[in-house]
């Protein structure tokens, strides 16, 4: 939940849009070197004349972040480039909040990563941008145990949790939380893209709301509170094959099984040093986790939609999407008795196939 739902009007000071995208070239540019105090300096400078701090959050930082990860994919920023750009941009989002103190006016919002999820960055923005509107705010971060979040909601009584998930493999504990969450009598609004565009795995879930936006977010509780979703009749009633629990127990089994099927399939895998296979076994087991999610949520894109941009990230760094291809056909021999899987790891293939002719030409 990070990027406005709708174009925002110019601000009382005048801020016009062709201001931020001149701010947000040099926000970039200072993040992109890791100088926090130039970063922090500008929304500062910014809020000093007149700046609305909400646009600051939502068409300042949000917009370089989506472009940071953009860098990283297309590998021109290494992994510790982006990192240290995050954090800086973490120190933004402080900074803008420690100038601007609203004093609460509304109920009390539990803000919170769900268990596994360390993409903390979109939720705290969400956090920020809910204080500004007057409410309680008790942000808890990046990965939260969901028994230790139903101890804080115990201790606290939260109107609602808005509970953040970035990564569709995150997707069954987020399940398991909003169920803890409803069983200790509080409601929770779901956002973040591992919900899917439209929302429709925090149905399936059973969250009470969804918001595709900090904004957004904000607004429906100000305007609606937290009506329910309507419920989806047979939810998850897939899960009854037991391919998603076979699966999950076992995926170490699974991918040394399939590290091996690679050596003995894929003759470039021989002449890889450590660092390549070690790199090959984590892609593998990404992929391993995404078909876990799809298979949870009983939705081929999941799995497809991470498969066509693995193939971009790889293609990025000199690896062809025939590794890919030959990566997933070992996945499909592998799981003779996963039905479901091996349907959707014939899709991926597919993919993969395009991503390699889109290469090669």
Known sequence: MTAPSTASAASAAGLTGADLVRAGEDYLECVGRADEFAAVDLVVDLLRAGADPERLLLELVAPAQRRIGELWAANEWSVAREHGATAVSERAVAAIATYVRPRPTRG??????????????????????????????????????GPHLITHLHQSGPDVVAL??????????????ITACQSAGVPVMAGGGGFGR???????LGADAWAPTADA???????????????????????????????????????????????RTYPPVAAYDPQQLEATAEDLGHLIDFLGAALYVDDAPVFTDFVGWTGSVLGARGVTAEALRVGLGVLHDELRDFPRARRMLVQGIEVARITRADQEN
């Open 108 to 145: 009390r919002v539990t803000v919170a990563c769900t268990d596994g999820e360390y993409h903390a960055l979109p939720t705290r923005l969400l956090a920020e941008v809910l204080r500004l509107r007057g409410w309680r705010v008790d942000f808890l971060g990046a990965n939260v145990p």
């Open 164 to 177: 953040g998930c970035a990564l569709a493999t995150r997707l069954p504990r987020a399940h398991a939380t």
């Open 198 to 204: 439209d929302g429709r795995y925090a149905r399936l």
């Open 217 to 263: 977010a904000a607004d429906r509780l100000e305007r609606e509170g937290v009506p329910a979703l309507p419920a989806v009749p047979g939810a998850l009633a897939h899960l009854g094959d037991e391919e998603y629990t076979h699966l999950r127990r076992r995926r170490a089994e699974l991918l040394e099984g399939a590290m091996a099927a690679l050596a």
